[in-house]
């Protein structure tokens, strides 16, 4: 009986094959498995807020169960909630628009611009960053009680603004520093002034780094409960200051917690989708990075 021989070349690329093959699935397998992983608690947050009070605690937990918006419900009757929501989503929305106009153009003059003593102006707008909260907020305090700003939307704006600032400075500055300055040098051949140039050619190039300092600007403001705690009392209240108040000191209300947590984070969810579409949109720009 007649053996077809293999040829030693097809042999190799089978065995190449069949490594890049198992390579990918234990890729694969590994991504998967990481995601589960990641994604769990959110999964275990978010059944806990749809089961009932007696049930989102109880030991062994119950996998299996009716879901029930009860808890929703119940918060949406508080008006306590209802406004510590709003408070939040003005506040930290307008803080992030702000802290953009403020930001970015000065980052664009630090990038652009012979600005004397350049390098310590940077270490000093990153020296906001690098005391931690809680050595701070007692000067806080006792400078928002003199100036009337304790307990007020303004005076948490200003906070939020005061705590994003030097980041939004710092990743722009270092994105402008990788946008060719020839891009503008060709829109004032055309006629552009400098502001033009700005607007129309350097921000569009810009873009990706401008939603990626707003989307970490937003979470930051979005999640602080330290300075929420000390400089409000009643009427500028964010929600995380909410949510800690379902946490006693005899108990816990699990289920309205879960819930409330989830309120939280569905905000951040919306912003990052609705925001990703304008991102991906800037990272196809097509802006040659200058060497």
Do not use: C
């Not at 990788?178 to 002034?193: C, F, H």
């Not at 947590?261 to 097509?286: E, R």
């Amino acid at each position: 009986m007649a053996t077809q021989d293999v040829e030693p070349g097809s042999a190799q690329r089978l065995d190449k094959d069949t490594r890049e093959t198992l390579v990918t699935v234990v890729r694969h397998a590994f991504l998967l498995s990481w995601s589960f992983v990641v994604l769990f608690p959110l999964y275990w947050l978010a059944s806990m807020s749809l089961k009932p009070p007696g049930q989102a605690n109880s030991l062994p937990p119950d996998w299996l169960f009716l879901p029930t918006v009860y808890n929703y419900i119940q918060l949406a009757q508080q008006s306590d909630f209802v406004g510590a929501f709003v408070n939040s989503l003005v506040m930290v929305g307008a803080s992030v628009v702000l802290v953009l106009l403020i930001g970015v153009p000065a980052a664009y003059v630090l990038s652009r611009y012979d600005i004397p003593m350049e390098r310590d102006v940077l270490v000093w707008i990153l020296s906001s960053r690098m005391l931690p909260p809680i050595a701070v907020v007692l000067p806080f305090f006792i400078i928002f009680r003199e100036l009337n700003l304790f307990d007020t939307r303004i005076g948490m704006v200003l906070m939020y603004i005061s705590i994003n600032l030097s980041l939004v400075v710092w990743v722009m500055k270092a994105f402008f520093d990788g946008i060719p300055e020839t891009l503008e040098e060709a829109a004032r051949v055309d006629g552009a002034t400098q502001f033009q140039g700005f607007r129309k050619v350097i921000l569009p190039a810009a873009k990706p780094g401008i939603f990626s300092v707003a989307i970490i600007s937003f979470i930051f403001a979005w999640i602080e409960l330290l300075f929420g705690l000390v400089l409000t009392s009643f009427e500028a209240v964010p929600v995380t200051l909410f949510v800690y108040s379902f946490i006693g000191s005899r108990s816990i209300e699990w289920s309205m917690l879960a819930a409330a947590s989830m309120s939280m984070i569905i905000p951040v969810a919306i912003f990052l989708i609705a925001v990703n579409k304008y991102l991906a949109a800037g990272l196809s720009f097509g802006v040659v990075i200058k060497e």
